[in-house]
């Protein structure tokens, strides 16, 4: 294989594209500052589940937290793997 007999062809097809494609770009106007985003419906559903989420986090049950911290630290903290995959599949999107 002769790669070396190639690479300045390849260097000025490249630098032929690189120089031809800024020509033809024109300056940013400010037509491109007032564009707008639109989510989809479930990125609208999405994001207000969020915002519930962040708003009820003093709904935290502090005892329960330290409970299972505590499980956790000590090394006794189990989890049922059968009800965890049974969640699980009884997840609807």
Same mark, same amino acid.
């Given at each position: 294989m002769f790669i070396n007999n190639h *690479? $300045? @062809?390849l #260097? %000025?097809?490249?630098? &032929? $594209? #690189?120089v031809g494609g800024t020509k033809g770009r024109k300056p940013v106007? =400010? %037509? &491109?500052? %007032? @564009? !707008?985003v639109q989510l989809s419906t479930q990125a609208q559903d999405f994001s207000a589940i969020l915002q =519930? *989420?962040? !708003? =009820?986090k003093d709904d935290v049950r502090m005892d329960r937290v330290e409970e299972l911290e505590s499980q956790i630290s000590a090394g006794t903290y189990k989890i049922d793997e059968k009800a965890v995959a049974a969640s699980m599949l009884n997840m609807r999107y």
């Open positions: *690479i $300045q @062809s #260097a %000025s097809v490249y630098g &032929a $594209q #690189a106007t =400010k %037509s &491109a500052e %007032s @564009s !707008s =519930k *989420i962040r !708003s =009820k």
